[in-house]
Every structure is written in structure tokens, then in C-alpha cells.
């Protein structure tokens, strides 16, 4: 299988349960629920989407085998010597396992159990962020499900539930009993994002099963 990456990057995970972890980053080019072109996002069926994934970019490109992908994101993860303990010895076992998250445009459109395998074995926790239209993989180690009002939710198990909110047709109490061990709402970014943060949070002091999520890159300016 070749796979299509718009980019691989090194930064800290800003959103959901996860905050604040360093990551590797793979964005997946494509998306089944927008072709990720201004012309098309009226009639799209997720039209606030903020992330491009079209195409491949300086950091991505096409990978012919999983092997060539994990051993992408593994270098991506090395750095500069990013897993030491801050000298040349070797990254000690008691140190976190490296992190890596798959996401979009929709990632489960190409993540698949052989790539989940290869990365693995390159010591890597993996962590996929998908709309939840497509069934996850059985083997992948963190499953963040974003729901699309609109669309077919296929994936109604997972570690965290991060709903964008608000969604006309899409409200929380419709999701807050599958089977998931965390749900946020999460503001939806764009001009009434202020508005939409008060809401969110009236909403979670109302109903404490849910949780606040910020999207803290932006705010610091991380990738």
C-alpha cells in the first residue's frame, strides 16, 4: 500500500486528554467528508474543518510501504537527539514511550494494522484522531473519535470522545453514552469563537461527564 502524507512534524499534542505530550504528528492527505478545497466547502458535509491536508507538503510525501512511513516518523521523533536524557546515552527504559498521532483530513482512510505494526516496532504508542466514520484498527493504542453532524458514526468506542461544539444536529447528550472513557467539548474555532467557548463551558458546568477542551497550540503558537 503507498501511503499519501500531507506532513510529519515534532511538537506537543494540544488538544483532548493528551495535552501538553510530546508527538509526532502525521497528517494523512484526504478527507471523506471534504475534498479540502475552498470551492467545495459549501457542500461539504463538515464545512468548519480549519486543516489542510491536501496534497503532500515539503515534510510528507508519498511512502511506498509502512516500513518507509514508520521509519519516517521515527527519524522525525529522533530529532536531535530528542530521546536522550538530555546527554548522548540512550533513551532509558524508564523514559515515556514515543507518541505518535495519526490525523487528517481522515487518517483512517490509509492507516492500516500493517503500518500500526512496523511503528510498534519502533517503540511507539499510536494515537489516531478520526471522525469515526470509518472502523479503527483493533491494535491502535488511542482512539480520539470527532463526530461530524451529518455524518455516519461507525466508530462509537474509543479512549476520548471530542466533540466540536456547537453542532446544529449534532448535540452532546446524542453522544455521551458510548463507550468512551473521556468526552470533551471543544469550541468551534472561527469568528464566533468566543461565543462559542462561553457555550461550551456553560455547557460543561451543567453537565460534568464533559470536559473543556482548548486547542492550547494556537494559543502558544505551536504547530
Not at 467528508?33 to 467545495?40: A, K, N, Q, Y
Not at 495519526?102 to 484522531?129: K, S
Request: with cysteine.
Amino acid at each position: 500500500m503507498t501511503y499519501t502524507v500531507k506532513e510529519i512534524f515534532y511538537t506537543l499534542q494540544g488538544e483532548g486528554a493528551q495535552t501538553g505530550r510530546a508527538a509526532v504528528f502525521c497528517r494523512f492527505s484526504g478527507c471523506n467528508l471534504w475534498s479540502g478545497r475552498e470551492e467545495d466547502r459549501s457542500r461539504a458535509v463538515c464545512q468548519f474543518c480549519d486543516t489542510d491536508f491536501v496534497g503532500t507538503g515539503p515534510d510528507g510525501g508519498r511512502f511506498k510501504s509502512a516500513k518507509e512511513l514508520a521509519d519516517a516518523i521515527d527519524r522525525s521523533w529522533e530529532g536531535d537527539g530528542r530521546n536522550t536524557n538530555g546527554d548522548s546515552s540512550p533513551r532509558s527504559a524508564g523514559m515515556p514511550k514515543k507518541y505518535v498521532v495519526c490525523t487528517g483530513g481522515e487518517p483512517l482512510l490509509q492507516v492500516d494494522e500493517n503500518l500500526i505494526t512496523e511503528l510498534h516496532g519502533r517503540g511507539f504508542e499510536v494515537a489516531v484522531e478520526t471522525n469515526g466514520t470509518r472502523p479503527a484498527p483493533k491494535s491502535l493504542d488511542w482512539i480520539c473519535v470527532s463526530p461530524k453532524a451529518g455524518a455516519p458514526l461507525v466508530q462509537t468506542t474509543g479512549s476520548e470522545l471530542k466533540l466540536v461544539y456547537p453542532q446544529v444536529d449534532a448535540p452532546p447528550e446524542k453522544f455521551e453514552q458510548l463507550g468512551f472513557r473521556h468526552f470533551f467539548l471543544q469550541p468551534m474555532d472561527g469568528p464566533d469563537t468566543a461565543a462559542n467557548t462561553e457555550r461550551a463551558i456553560e455547557y460543561c458546568l451543567r453537565h460534568p461527564r464533559w470536559r473543556l477542551s482548548i486547542q492550547t497550540h494556537k494559543l502558544v503558537g505551536l504547530r
